[in-house]
């Protein structure tokens, strides 16, 4: 069966800090990947997505940075944290015409 | 883009019947998702629809037209545990292997004894 892996579970970070957060897949080959953020009492915002290794897309410009460096593993990066960063980050995964399974997601607090 | 209306709250009580109402505007509708999550915790799949009806899955029922971009999830004999927010999702296909999905806000629903 697929699973998926997201870590940290918190995250506590200063301004200006770098964030790095992973997310990897398991039990399947070649999935979509997204990373989405909800800011509180707000939806889901996409931030990213991946078709593929080293296939990145943006869907809104911002602090925050994506990389796929393998086909199961996507990971969300900012080089200096700002204080809107804060928020409930969830990557999730799909096959073409699936529905999508999220990770436990990353409750980040930029303080 | 999609525009993707649904309510902020909705209450009712234990063993009732909530139907929340979605709306949607997309260019390349390829299937409706509900979803609920529990506060602090990720969205879980509740149902799918595709084509136009309901589909029924246990306590949970969702409706779906195309010609008028509007779904709805049914919640039947409402439970304690029921109480949680509510997320419609618009599924868009953009490329050969492009599939995008947008989310509502969500309906926080709070169910009283």
């Known amino acids: 069966s697929q699973t998926i892996h997201q870590w940290p579970a918190t995250l506590v970070q200063p301004v200006g800090s770098p964030l790095s957060l992973e997310c990897t897949v398991e039990?399947?080959?070649?999935?979509?990947l997204y990373w989405y953020r909800q800011a509180a009492g707000r939806g889901l915002q996409l931030l990213f997505y991946?078709?593929?290794?080293?296939?990145i897309s943006s869907e809104v410009p911002q602090n925050l940075s994506a990389s796929r460096p393998q086909d199961r593993q996507f990971i969300l990066s900012s080089k200096k944290l700002l204080l809107s960063d804060s928020g409930f980050y969830l990557c999730?995964?799909?096959?073409?015409?699936?529905?999508?399974?999220f990770g436990s997601g990353t409750r980040l607090t930029v303080v | 883009g999609q525009n993707i209306d649904q309510p902020t709250e909705m209450t009712a009580t234990e063993g009732a019947i909530v139907q929340i109402n979605c709306t949607y505007q997309?260019?390349?509708?390829?299937?409706l998702f509900w979803y609920q999550q529990h506060a602090g915790e990720a969205p879980t799949f509740l149902s799918y629809?595709?084509?136009?009806g309901l589909e029924e899955k246990g306590r949970f029922s969702s409706f779906l037209s195309r010609s008028k971009g509007y779904s709805y999830l049914l919640l039947k004999e409402l439970q304690m545990k029921d109480s949680a927010s509510y997320l419609c999702?618009?599924?868009?296909?953009?490329?050969?292997?492009?599939?995008?999905?947008?989310f509502g806000a969500g309906t926080t629903v709070t169910v009283r004894a």
């Open positions: 999730a995964w799909s096959r073409q015409e699936g529905g999508y399974t």
């Open positions: 039990g399947t080959s070649n999935p979509n």
């Open positions: 991946s078709v593929g290794i080293g296939q």
């Open positions: 997309t260019s390349g509708f390829n299937g």
């Open positions: 629809n595709v084509l136009d």
């Open positions: 999702a618009v599924r868009d296909r953009e490329g050969s292997n492009d599939y995008k999905l947008s």
